[in-house]
């Protein structure tokens, strides 16, 4: 079956540097996404990762380990606007399209 | 300019009643997916299609049932078999999932049982 986890909550001071991990369990993969998630509005895409190592895109970065089913995000230099969901979600076999539970990430003074 | 639009944005269900929630992309995607997710949920899946005429359900298809008749359109159906129906629904388009191409998300519909 397919299995996706990520801690449920964050708390992280701004400026500084917060990582969320994301562990998945599939027969069938082809990439991970990651998003971030307002309350009551649409997802908004930050990355996607099908090869082994790191992306980054400005603050945001995104590494996958396909071997270990394993992908983090790094957010750098933390901003008040960055409280928000994130969630993991990955496409597999017959292309369904699987999302984890998501992190309330925090952001605080 | 092209994207996917889900109506009504608000929507109140009485007990036994069955609601249709509106899903309509312009992208030419094939790939649409129905989506729910509770308070401070993540996204379950409830319903996906790959092509026209086609459609599978996803972990949560319970209570729910979809049409694909047209490429554009993607209706999702709360039947009174839904128990718990309270909940924010999204619905998605993509062209090609594996691809990692932009999935296009409406902006969501409000259900509330009353």
């Known amino acids: 079956g397919q299995n996706i986890d990520q801690p449920t909550e964050m708390t992280a001071t701004e400026g500084a540097i917060v990582q969320i991990n994301c562990t998945y369990q599939t027969s069938g993969f082809n990439g991970l996404f990651w998003y971030q998630q307002h309350a009551g509005e649409a997802p908004t895409f930050l990355s996607y990762?099908?090869?082994?190592g790191l992306e980054e895109k400005g603050r945001f970065s995104s590494f996958l380990s396909r071997s270990k089913g394993y992908s983090y995000l790094l957010l750098k230099e933390l901003q008040m606007k960055d409280s928000a969901s994130y969630l993991c979600?990955?496409?597999?076999?017959?292309?369904?399209?699987?999302f984890g539970t998501g992190t309330q990430l925090k952001v605080e003074l | 300019d092209g994207g996917i639009t889900q109506s009504p944005k608000y929507l109140f269900r009485k007990e036994g009643q069955n609601v249709t929630l509106s899903c309509e992309q312009n992208l030419n995607h094939d790939a649409m997916y129905w989506y729910r997710q509770d308070p401070g949920q993540g996204l379950r899946l409830i319903y996906y299609?790959?092509?026209?005429?086609?459609?599978q359900k996803g972990d949560i298809a319970e209570g729910y049932s979809v049409s694909r008749e047209k490429k554009e359109s993607f209706p999702l159906t709360v039947t009174s078999a839904q128990k718990n129906p309270t909940a924010f629904y999204l619905c998605a388009s993509v062209d090609i999932p594996s691809s990692g191409n932009t999935i296009y998300f409406g902006e969501g519909s409000w259900l509330t049982v009353v």
């Open positions: 979600a990955f496409t597999g076999g017959g292309n369904k399209l699987t």
């Open positions: 990762n099908v090869l082994d």
């Open positions: 299609s790959q092509i026209v005429n086609d459609f």
